[in-house]
């Protein structure tokens, strides 16, 4: 005779059973971890995740494996030797449940950060149906990561890999894409872009609130955000939203028995508007323009995932307080690289372009020649590169479309530089002045094909002073590899500026047709 279970144990039995499964967490990779992933090649390939705590999980790629144990928060890491470039592998990642990745490569890694100018895909460039049709590209992959403010580190992100193909360029970082394929083209080898960038964002964002915190000049950035953070209020926020958001119902009502029309409608045919709709209350702690809320939802979980280097096209929603850019730089580079702990990785930027109104007379500046000033600095910082597009810029759009070069020079730094190629990494980069009489001499490194004007003819965009600090435009000439600059108006000359300002008329350049960056001798104050 069977006994029966009383309903109540049968009940207490089934969800202890359920609790014992909850409780069990199947082995798992970070959310970017995906198949068609490259690895970095010759560099250990760090592998990590979660998993029950002291569960054992061991990790195979090839030939290699390793093995890890959970600690007690559940998460494990392996690092697998370094492997030459090829595949495709499995990756595969065993514990209570498996994990096989198929179709990885191990190639060239490189993450591409920035706003929007990085953000801006392939199908918004020059030529862009030739080149969207000609991306079949399948030893690419790429990756946009998931975008995602956060208020603390996070140990996660998403984001899938893809192969790089027409159809999936077209919706894939431009700048990126360009920098990766000369990469491709030139070394023979997989390539892996990790697009982590957010359109109109400033670089502190991108940099960890601990980081900027410890440095003086920073840190009123950041104390400036805590105080906006500590009144912020959800409960009230969304009190004065909906109180707004009953007025505006109303105003609607009102607008429509009056025939007015919504503002875009009432712009074109030139009528009275109706009120426009409030916007919901935002969490300034979950802001992308705020301090570190970048930098915590879509930078922090992507280390340590091995790369070669990083990418970094911004600016120009800091030239606002251009001056304190470099710092900002510099900090930035210093706290990504700790976070990967592999030495002084690769750090690669776009000076910014030329933009808004052509300039008119040589004593004009702006923020943005500070800006490519503060870049031009941040060169002393070991390991790091700049392309100069200030030959590529458009005076009415702040997103150029010629995206093909700055990827191009982007690579041409890489290329000479980390990847040992006999090749100059950039156009002339000033290096130092000499006064003879009534002219200064300008000296300047990568001039070792030769200096010459673009397009020929006079060198342009010069303008010398003496110690009055009136600057007049100047006569430059090109003597071997280096630039006389003088004029009949500066008998003691004192300085000499090139290419300074938002939208200069400039035209020198290398024999190799790589344009020159702007630059000042002097350090006068603007």
């Known amino acids: 005779m069977s006994k029966r279970v009383p309903v109540a144990v049968s009940m207490v039995l089934c969800v202890l059973v359920w609790l014992d499964g909850a409780a069990r967490a199947d082995v798992r990779l970070p959310g970017f971890f995906g198949e068609h992933m490259v690895l970095q090649r010759e560099m250990a390939v760090p592998v990590w995740g979660w998993a029950d705590p002291g569960e054992k999980v061991t990790v195979t790629l090839g030939d290699r494996t390793q093995q890890a144990t959970a600690d007690a928060d559940g998460r494990w890491s392996v690092k697998l030797e370094a492997l030459a470039a090829g595949g495709p592998h499995v990756l595969k990642v065993r514990g209570k449940n498996a994990i096989e990745l198929g179709d990885v490569l191990v190639g060239e890694v490189w993450l591409c950060s920035g706003q929007s100018n990085m953000a801006m895909t392939v199908g918004g460039v020059l030529n862009r149906d030739a080149e969207i049709a000609a991306a079949e590209f399948p030893r690419i992959r790429v990756l946009a990561v998931a975008r995602k403010p956060a208020d603390a580190p996070q140990k996660d992100c998403a984001g899938e890999w893809k192969v790089c193909n027409p159809q ?147 600016g120009e929603s800091n030239a606002g307080n251009a001056g304190l850019y470099g710092l900002q730089l510099k900090n930035m580079i210093a706290n990504w690289r700790s976070d990967w702990k592999e030495g002084d990785f690769a750090f690669l930027f776009v000076q910014l372009p030329k933009f808004m109104a052509p300039q008119k007379n040589p004593s004009e500046t702006g923020g943005w020649p500070i800006l490519r000033e503060q870049m031009l600095k941040t060169l002393a910082v070991p390991n790091t590169g700049m392309a100069v597009t200030i030959d590529i810029g458009e005076a009415n759009d702040i997103h150029p479309k010629n995206k093909q070069d700055v990827g191009k020079r982007l690579a041409q730094w890489a290329l000479a530089t980390t990847y040992g190629k006999d090749i100059p990494p950039c156009g002339p980069l000033y290096k130092a002045m000499r006064k003879e009489g009534d002219r200064i001499a300008l000296e300047f490194k990568y001039a070792d094909g030769g200096l010459a004007a673009r397009e020929g003819g006079k060198l342009k965009g010069f303008a010398i002073a003496g110690d009055d600090k009136k600057f007049v435009w100047a006569d430059a000439t090109i003597q071997g590899e280096t630039v006389v600059v003088s004029s009949p108006e500066v008998k003691s000359p004192a300085a000499v500026r090139y290419a300074w300002a938002n939208n200069p008329e400039c035209n020198l350049a290398s024999k190799a047709g790589l344009p020159a960056s702007p630059f000042r001798t002097d350090e006068w104050a603007e």
């Open 168 to 314: 999936t360029v077209a919706g894939f970082s431009a700048a990126a894409y360009f920098f990766g394929r000369r990469l491709h083209q030139e070394l023979g080898v997989p390539v892996g872009l990790i697009d982590s960038s957010w359109g109109g964002t400033p670089i502190q964002a991108w940099t960890s609130r601990k980081v900027q915190a410890s440095v003086p000049e920073l840190a009123p950035i950041v104390e400036s955000f805590e105080k906006v953070a500590a009144s912020y209020d959800p409960q009230a926020a969304q009190a004065r939203y909906e109180k707004q958001l009953a007025a505006w119902r109303e105003a609607i009502a009102k607008a429509k028995a009056e025939g007015k029309r919504p503002a875009a409608k009432a712009k074109a045919q030139g009528k009275p508007a109706a009120p426009g709709k409030p916007q919901p209350p935002a969490d300034p702690r979950l802001s992308p323009n705020m301090p570190g809320t970048l930098y915590n939802g879509m930078i922090a979980p992507l280390a340590p995932y091995a790369l070669r280097g990083a990418i970094w096209y911004q």
